[in-house]
C-alpha cells in the first residue's frame, strides 16, 4: 500500500517511505550499535511527525468540508499491508486532520465505509470489486454506465456524497 490516501478531485497521498530507514535501524540493532541507533530513531520520529502535521494542514486549506471513510487501520493490519499502514500511522493522520479541519472551522464528518469501493459513484450500480480479494483491483468497468473507474477515487466520490447526505440531514 503505497498511497496512504485518495481524494475525490483523483489526488493521492503517497505513503512516505521509512522501511528502508527501519531496516537500517534493525540492523544497527543486531549489530549492537547504541549511539546509530538513537541518532536513526530521532530521525524517523521526526519526519514521521513532520509529514503527519504537513499533510492533514495541506488537505484543510481552502476546503470546506473534509469527509473521511471509517475504515479502521486495526483491520487493514491484519494483512500484509500491516507495516506500511503502521507506518504512515494511518490513525494519527485521521486524528490530526479532524484536529487541523476543527481549528480552521471546516466541517468534518466520519462516514461509513461499506460499499463505497462497490457501488459506482454515478448512479450507485453495484458492481466494483469486493472484499480483500477485491483489494487487488485497482480499476473497473462499470456495467450500468459503462464508466472506467479508478477503485479509490470513486470510493472518495462516494464518500464524499454520504458526507453531503449528513450535513444535508442535519440541515445545514
Ligand atoms: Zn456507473
Known sequence: MKTLATCSDGTKIEAPRWYRNQQRLAEFQRKRKPRKVRKLHAKIA????????????????DRE??????VSSSKLTKTT???????????????????????????????SERF??????????????????GLE??????????????????AALNI?????????AEGR
Open 46 to 61: 521526526n519526519r514521521r511527525l513532520d509529514f503527519l502535521h504537513k499533510e492533514p494542514t495541506n488537505l484543510v486549506n
Open 65 to 70: 468540508l473534509i469527509v473521511v471513510g471509517d
Open 81 to 111: 499491508m500491516a507495516k506500511s499502514v503502521n507506518d504512515a500511522g494511518w490513525s494519527m493522520f485521521r486524528h490530526l486532520l479532524e484536529y487541523k479541519a476543527i481549528a480552521r472551522k471546516v466541517a468534518y464528518r466520519e462516514v
Open 116 to 133: 463505497t469501493t462497490q457501488a459506482c459513484s454515478c448512479r450507485g450500480a453495484m458492481g466494483g470489486p469486493k472484499g480483500r480479494k
Open 137 to 154: 483491483i485497482r480499476e473497473w468497468v462499470c456495467d450500468e454506465c459503462g464508466a472506467v473507474l479508478d477503485r479509490d477515487v470513486n
Open 160 to 168: 464524499l456524497r454520504l458526507g453531503h447526505q449528513s450535513l444535508l
